[in-house]
């Protein structure tokens, strides 16, 4: 039973895995302490929670000091050569519109301009493809994450499979040891019996010694006594 679990568990694993993942970037106006701020959302299948971990972590990597305060991620001066040449701030918030899709949104401040699709269409190009490479890395990691998963569930399945053969070998092992023993204990059984058989013959072979004995013992008995009278008619 266990073990159909975990082969169950391993099927999902690779199902998951090789579910088709979407990336989709689009310009988005999001609230930012009460005014709406126009910049890029990007939407991916995966868990808010890995999302969110991961989006910071890129930006320290990528912009610069992650700032975060009431739901918003801010950096002041991020350098992203790949974007901009002049330092931007930048803007940032993650959210989620179901358990399994999450949204990355961010608003870039070129200092003179923010990043649009009209107005910048170069900087607005390569923002969007600085979120799509995000998305890559991010479903890299969930699908890297999901391969660890099934290998854990494989290993458990081969340890367990490991398990029921010790198994089955040590029940026929005791059953080899009980036939065994039960073959022994029969050539016991009969060693016995054959010895009380000769210790039964033995008893009897005594019985009629001591009763042989007990005969010769009054046969003396009575010569004695015969030999006393002749003493006394001596005179």
Do not use: C
């Not at 939407?43 to 305060?69: C, I, M, N």
């Not at 949204?103 to 009209?118: C, F, I, Q, R």
């Amino acid at each position: 039973m266990r073990t159909r679990l975990l082969l169950a568990g391993l099927f999902v694993f690779l199902a998951v895995f090789a579910k088709a993942q979407s990336v989709k970037v689009e310009e988005r106006e999001q609230p930012v302490d009460g005014v709406a701020r126009r910049g890029q959302q990007l939407t991916v299948q995966l868990d808010p929670k890995l999302v969110e971990k991961s989006w910071k972590e890129h930006l320290g990597e990528k912009a610069g000091k992650v700032k975060y305060r009431k739901g918003v991620y801010s950096i002041e001066g991020a350098v992203i050569d790949t974007i901009s040449s002049a330092p931007l701030r930048v803007i940032s918030k993650v959210g989620n519109s179901s358990s399994e899709e999450s949204y990355v949104w961010w608003s870039l401040d070129m200092g003179t301009a923010y990043v649009d699709k009209s107005a910048t269409p170069a900087e607005y190009a390569a923002a969007e493809n600085f979120m799509r490479g995000f998305a890559r890395k991010v479903y890299r990691q969930d699908v890297l994450r999901q391969i660890n998963e099934a290998e854990d569930v494989l290993r458990a399945t081969k340890l367990e499979q490991d398990r029921v053969v010790k198994q089955a070998n040590d029940i026929q092992l005791n059953i080899e040891k009980n036939r065994k023993r039960k073959q022994e204990l029969e050539a016991e059984m009969a060693k016995n019996t054959e010895e009380l058989k000769q210790l039964e013959l033995t008893v009897e072979q005594s019985t009629k010694q001591q009763e042989l004995s007990r005969q010769q013992v009054l046969e003396m008995e009575k010569s004695v006594e015969g030999v006393r009278l002749k003493l006394q008619t001596i005179k």
